[in-house]
Nanobody, 124 residues
Framework: QVQLVESGGGLVQAGGSLRLSCAAS????????MGWFRQAPGKEREFVAA????????YYADSVKGRFTISRDNAKNTVYLQILSLKPEDTAVYFC?????????????????WGQGTQVTVSS
């Protein structure tokens, strides 16, 4: 079973940037699409972005297109989420997740395993 550990969150002023990381261990990382989700206080968890097992294909929620970039380094078993021009509404706990199916497309992402999350707080 895979274990996922997120890092890189913190308190940032609006307009700033962050890079979140998610380190995976436990099974073959490079066979699965990986994704990022977020959950704001009082709201449901929502999809943010996904990247294919090879890193060659990505998929984003409309709300984050242009500011968020997902990528992965299979040699390091790590997936990243670069966030630019942070807004207060980006404040949330950010979770990474592994797809339930090997070699799936990021547009068909179905999370199976979750990390514990990393808090991102954006001050205005």
């Amino acid at each position: 079973q895979v274990q996922l550990v997120e890092s890189g969150g913190g308190l940032v002023q609006a307009g700033g940037s962050l890079r979140l990381s998610c380190a995976a261990s436990g099974r073959t990382f490079n066979s699965y699409s990986m994704g990022w989700f977020r959950q704001a206080p009082g709201k449901e968890r929502e999809f943010v972005a996904a990247v294919s097992w090879s890193g060659g294909s990505t998929y984003y929620a409309d709300s984050v297109k242009g500011r968020f970039t997902i990528s992965r380094d299979n040699a390091k078993n790590t997936v990243y989420l670069q966030i630019l021009s942070l807004k207060p509404e980006d404040t949330a706990v950010y979770f990474c997740a592994e797809d339930s199916s090997g070699y799936g497309a990021p547009t068909d992402f179905r999370p199976l395993t979750w990390g514990q999350g990393t808090q991102v707080t954006v001050s205005s």
